[in-house]
T-cell receptor
Framework: QKEVEQNSGPLSVPEGAIASLNCTYS??????FFWYRQYSGKSPELIMS????GDKEDGRFTAQLNKASQYVSLLIRDSQPSDSATYLC???????????????FGSGTQLTVLP | ETGVTQTPRHLVMGMTNKKSLKCEQH?????MYWYKQSAKKPLELMFV???????ENNSVPSRFSPECPNSSHLFLHLHTLQPEDSALYLC???????????????FGPGTRLTVL
């Protein structure tokens, strides 16, 4: 069974701090990695994608990928209370039927940024 | 309308009812998906359609029946559901799906389904 694992949290950080969210995955052949943000009662919103080893920065968000360690992370700098949400890691993995690659989601990490 | 839309946003149905969920994408994508999101569980992929052809059925019970008349529209027909089917049902679309590396998906707002 191909898996994507995240710490469920809750993770609490003070406003202005760096929030670090981690994700590991089991499929060594995975090539595409995504972070989604989901506010309570809302649908997931894509915030970052990363395909190559290393760091990718977009505003206050930095995604980090290490394929050798099968590890992807998301850093949120200068955290704001509006960043409080559940963050979902998604990895392009071999599908259930084995016929193609599909996104497999982790269970999410709940982040709370305290004012 | 822009992005991915879903109707209805909320649905309450009895176990003997038949209802349908509708999804429409305005992004020009080729692939559409149904997901189920239950409390405390990861997103569960249910069905995938690529160029109107169903390419994935993740062992979903037959009481869920998808339909994809074209690349922009996706339906989920529901009949004789169980209370444990109560969940948020999410539709998503992506520009391409296959063995390729890119599979960036965009979600609709979801339908909150309650089965009594």
């Amino acid at each position: 069974q191909k898996e994507v694992e995240q710490n469920s949290g809750p993770l609490s950080v003070p406003e202005g701090a760096i929030a670090s969210l981690n994700c590991t995955y089991s499929d060594r052949g995975s090539q595409s990695f995504f972070w989604y943000r989901q506010y309570s009662g809302k649908s997931p919103e894509l915030i970052m994608s990363i395909y190559s080893n290393g760091d990718k920065e977009d505003g206050r968000f930095t995604a980090q990928l290490n394929k050798a360690s099968q590890y992807v992370s998301l850093l949120i700098r200068d955290s704001q209370p509006s960043d409080s949400a559940t963050y979902l890691c998604a990895v392009n993995m071999i599908s259930f039927s084995g016929s193609a690659r599909q996104l497999t989601f982790g269970s999410g990490t709940q982040l709370t940024v305290l004012p | 309308e822009t992005g991915v839309t879903q109707t209805p946003r909320h649905l309450v149905m009895g176990m003997t009812n038949k209802k349908s969920l509708k999804c429409e994408q305005h992004l020009g994508h080729n692939a559409m998906y149904w997901y189920k999101q239950s409390a405390k569980k990861p997103l569960e992929l249910m069905f995938v359609y690529n160029f109107k052809e169903q390419t994935e059925n993740n062992s979903v019970p037959s009481r869920f029946s998808p339909e994809c008349p074209n690349s922009s529209h996706l339906f989920l027909h529901l009949h004789t559901l169980q209370p444990e089917d109560s969940a948020l049902y999410l539709c998503a679309s992506s520009p391409v799906t296959s063995g390729g590396a890119l599979n960036e998906q965009f979600f609709g707002p979801g339908t909150r389904l309650t089965v009594l």
